[in-house]
């Protein structure tokens, strides 16, 4: 690579160097290779949903093709694009969120998945009006996992966990039918209505995508938090480490890499097995390091306290450090070319789902109704492949971070707990972070969520976003890759107080709280959905109302434009530091830019500069706080 | 209004108050007047233990309004917010020694108005000994003057030291509560700012007991948060001032518990409406443990009642 420059994480930085000596290839090679991509494709104005294309609309108005053979126009074609990637990202998170209702659904008493929260399945029976009283809570569980089940493909309805929004909010879906169905409904219908010589507004197509959204971050990713928290634990604070240097050079290193926490908390029995750790020793090896990857490695830090070797561009980087054993993987966000690329060392790259085979992986299918056995398997294949390793090749960068995380919302609110007088208030609510908020202590909350792009240089758009709004008194709650970068940077340790405004450093001081809180994975930013939800119906304002913000800097996958969508569709608005393929069509634009608040309280941002940034989500945070406190002031009249 | 600019607000009219009759003195006495509490090594503590510098005379204090002027930046933020404070703080101090600079005895009994280093010296090793468990300023009017005793009597029974500021004073004498050093309870002035002999206390204490430098204000903010145990609660409508000068208190560590509704802060601002409850929500957001045995015997019980003298009509 000619310019070095290209990640603020030094770890990243000299396992590149590392790699082009090996003449190993990364993903900012493949970049680099693809020189200036499509411009068809960068604004979505390239068609290929019919065989009489592909066709590609004139980015000028006026000159050239100004639509598709079948007339489609670039308003339409863009749309159509952009919700298909809205149903591409809900795609994924539901279909994680169901395996994990069927998890919950084959759970047992003496099985290897067992329920580690009954006070949260019986809060959700309830909710749904399963009984509860005089029977097994195994009964409960497989009744309450059906039902989930049931919100995939019921033929009736809108889904049951819209209603944990406030009464205002309800009210704006209704107005603007936006009440998703079935989940697997709402992805059908897009794919449906975008197929050819169907669907041809784009204002219609646009709301389509936002209430489709919704499925996912109400629907999909609500019930994979919820059942992952019941069956393997609601996450508490706990102390992890962050970044490449995690990395035991005289260990058994294993990597968990992908999203669903059913494989991942079967792999953290199995390193603790003693017949395993024998092994481990009799090859050698002085233990097993167990670490994790993007949003695996994001359950099972939250959940175990279980290491974070690095975010989503730095996967391959961890094979080229020459010291893991094995890449353990299953769905979403997965390198096809951890394939080529683990051929080079010793690692075993081990694919376990039938969802995602890949070429040249070692494919040991991960077995959910034998899943310790499975786990164990996979787990002995990684030790015997300790003596492979080639020790002249290891090279393992000695940067690491403490960090705290664990941040559910019910942890949030426990560690609240520590500021209430037991005089005033009762226990368990979010009324000091109202409190704080209304009193303008902390000026707003931002949730910072996505992946890495290279587009982007690696971690700088989450890293400097977050900085500036801690420094201006807004928390930051964070998940996925972003979360990893701020693990890694050192922003969720206690001691990263000192980069936070005075307001937030006293909060933080006060609740014993770093100024980032990690809340989990990609499916966990339901919890941020929970969490402003709440706040909201605390305060009796529409979520829209309050002055929280979101933001995607470094977003790059499918997942992310229906995260972004869901959450302004929830009424939070949204910055993205890198620009959908919508620029094709100044209608779509406007939709989502602009005339989106209208429909739902906000809208998107594009702006690269994270400094820029987070200036304009400040600037909003005050707008609201002013409209807020007007609307509280009246209400207190 | 938003919390942050009630404090601006305040913070403002301390100023706007400080100025004018520093304005006034100066005409009347000339600037070479000179400006002192009486008893103190200190100067005006306060401006000192921020500073270092001494005041001498009126035109210092002009150098002075300077300090406050500075600590106002109204910003949306907590830092600038607690700034005001001071900045209230500051001011309230300004106003207080213009008081003794026109008048040798601005403060008559049963107020004592500023306290002298000797008493704060008297009270160093109790403090420390944790026989004075915590510091009470309460400050405003309550309802009536039975509320006021039960609660003044409540902090006097747990031998906690009790300063009174504003009505409250009359409401105290007007139900029999005992004042004086020895009580424990200590009527300070009718004056909002003559709240400022009891931050100058605190401040004392730091440069007393705490060795703490003048000039460097943050330390000097973190001994008093650390280290003297006070609280304040505020009683009847709180005028901005009194808000703003909440704010000081907050920024020297004092939690602030008011009957009246406010935009509350965890642990710093709290409203406790139920009367009976406010010394409790009080000694919990300071974080004052008591350890007592509670003897039951129908009179009051505490060291607080030491120095009590009974008089032949009693």
Redesign the interface.
């Known amino acids: 690579m000619e310019e070095k420059n290209f990640s603020i994480d030094p770890t990243t930085e000299a396992l590149v160097i590392k790699a082009e000596k090996e003449g190993i290839e990364t993903l900012w090679d493949r970049k680099k290779i693809m020189k200036t991509p499509c411009g068809f494709g960068e604004e979505g104005l390239c068609c290929r949903i019919c065989a009489m294309g592909p066709c590609r609309i004139s980015p000028t108005a006026g000159k050239g093709a100004q639509k598709g053979i079948c007339g489609a126009t670039a308003d339409v074609i863009v749309a159509r694009n952009l919700v298909r990637m809205i149903a591409g990202g809900l795609a994924t998170h539901s279909d994680h969120g169901r395996d994990i209702a069927h998890v919950l659904h084959m759970a047992k008493r003496d099985g290897n998945y067992k329920i580690a929260d009954e006070k949260k399945l019986l809060s959700l029976a309830k909710e749904w009006e399963v009984a509860t009283e005089n029977r097994d809570i195994y009964d409960i569980a497989h009744e309450v996992a059906e039902v989930a089940l049931n919100e995939f493909g019921k033929p009736f309805g809108s889904l049951r966990l819209l209603e944990r929004v406030p009464e205002q909010r309800k009210q704006v879906w209704d107005e603007n039918k936006l009440k998703p169905g079935a989940i697997d409904k709402e992805i059908v219908t897009i794919m449906h209505s975008t197929h050819i010589g169907c669907c041809a507004d784009a204002k219609d197509l646009v709301h389509k995508g936002m209430r489709a959204s919704l499925a996912d971050g109400w629907g999909g990713s609500m019930i994979g938090t919820e059942f992952s928290d019941i069956l393997f634990g609601s996450p508490v604070p706990r102390e992890t480490e962050a970044n490449l240097g995690v990395l035991e050079e005289d260990q058994v290193n294993i990597i968990v890499h992908g999203h669903e926490p059913s494989l991942s908390e079967m792999i953290v029995l199995a390193v603790e097995d003693p017949e395993l750790l024998q092994l481990a020793k009799e090859v050698g090896a002085k233990g097993i390091n167990l670490s994790g990857m993007c949003c695996t490695a994001n359950e099972v830090t939250m959940r175990h306290g279980v290491k974070i070797a690095g975010n989503f561009a730095q996967q391959e980087l961890a094979v080229i450090t020459g010291a893991v054993e094995a890449v353990i993987v299953d769905v979403q966000c997965i390198f096809p070319a951890l394939s080529p690329l683990t051929k080079c060392y010793h690692t075993k790259f081990i694919t376990t789902s039938p969802k995602a085979k890949i070429s040249g992986a070692t494919h040991i299918e991960f077995e959910e109704e034998k899943a310790l056995a499975s786990a164990k398997q996979i787990v002995k294949e990684a030790i015997l492949n300790f003596k492979n390793r080639d020790k002249e090749k290891v090279f393992i960068p000695k940067t690491k971070s403490p960090a705290i995380v664990g941040y559910s919302v019910e942890s949030i609110k426990s560690q609240?707990d520590k500021?209430?007088?037991?005089?005033?208030d009762p226990m368990g609510t979010l009324k000091?972070l109202a409190?704080?908020i209304?009193?303008?202590?902390l000026?707003g909350a931002a949730g910072v969520v996505g992946c890495n792009n290279p587009k982007v240089k690696h971690d700088y758009g989450h890293i400097e976003l977050m900085k500036e709004l801690i420094k201006?008194?807004v928390i930051v709650v964070t998940t996925g890759c972003a979360a990893q970068a701020a693990a890694k940077a050192g922003l969720m340790s206690k001691e990263a107080r000192k980069f936070a405004?005075?307001?937030l450093a006293?909060v933080c001081e006060?609740v014993d709280i770093p100024p980032v809180l990690h809340m989990g994975s990609c499916v966990d930013i339901s919890r941020i959905l929970m969490l402003v939800a709440e706040l909201a119906e605390m305060l009796d304002v529409d979520m829209s109302a309050l002055p929280v913000v979101g933001a995607a800097p470094e977003w790059m996958s499918e997942k992310a434009v229906s995260i972004g969508t869901y959450v302004v569709t929830s009424g939070i608005d949204t910055w993205l530091g890198v620009a959908p393929p919508v620029t094709g069509s100044a209608a779509v634009v406007d939709l989502l830019t602009n005339k989106a608040e209208a429909v739902v309280g906000a809208r998107f941002y594009i702006e690269p500069d994270p400094y820029k940034a987070a200036q304009q989500m400040i600037e909003r945070i005050?707008e609201k706080?002013e409209a807020l406190?007007l609307s509280l002031a009246e209400a207190?009249a | 209004m938003n919390l942050f600019n009630i404090i601006y607000t305040g913070s403002n009219q301390a100023l706007a108050a400080a100025e004018g009759l520093l304005k006034k003195a100066i005409e009347e006495k000339g600037v070479d007047h000179k400006v002192a509490f009486p008893e103190t090594a200190y100067s005006l503590p306060i401006i000192y233990a921020a500073t270092g510098q001494k005041m001498n005379t009126l035109q210092d204090l002009e150098g002075a309004i300077g300090v406050v002027k500075s600590l106002i930046d109204e910003q949306p933020r907590l830092e600038p917010a607690l700034n005001a404070g001071l900045a209230t703080a500051v001011a309230a101090e300004i106003i207080e020694a213009v008081k003794y600079a026109l008048n040798e005895t601005p403060y008559e009994a049963p107020c004592t108005g500023h306290i002298s280093d000797a008493i704060i010296r008297s009270l160093g090793v109790p403090l420390v000994t944790g026989d004075i468990p915590g510091v009470a300023v309460v400050l405003g009017e309550c309802p009536d003057s039975e509320t006021a005793a039960k609660v003044i009597k409540d902090y006097q029974s747990k031998g906690l030291l009790t300063f009174l500021v504003g009505k409250i004073i009359d409401q105290a004498i007007e139900a029999n509560v005992k004042m004086g050093l020895e009580l424990r309870v200590i009527p300070l002035g009718y004056d909002v700012t003559s709240v400022i002999h009891v931050v100058s206390v605190a401040i004392r204490a730091s440069l007393i007991f705490g060795g703490v430098e003048p000039g460097k204000l943050a330390e000097h903010m973190e001994y008093t948060k650390n280290r003297v145990p006070a609280f304040v609660n505020a009683f009847g409508p709180l005028s901005e001032l009194v808000v703003s000068a909440g704010a000081g208190a907050i920024a020297l560590g004092f939690p602030v518990i008011t009957d009246q509704t406010v935009l509350e802060v965890p642990t710093l601002l709290l409203t406790q409406k139920d009367y009976d409850k406010v010394p409790a929500t009080s000694l919990e957001a300071r974080g004052i443990k008591i350890k007592i045995t509670e003897i039951p015997i129908p009179v009051g019980f505490a060291a607080a009642f030491e120095g009590e003298r009974v008089r032949k009509d009693d």
Do not use: C, M, Q
């Open positions: 609240l500021v209430v007088n037991s005089h005033i000091p409190d704080v209304k009193a303008g202590v000026r201006n008194d405004g005075k307001g006293t006060l005050e706080r406190g207190e």
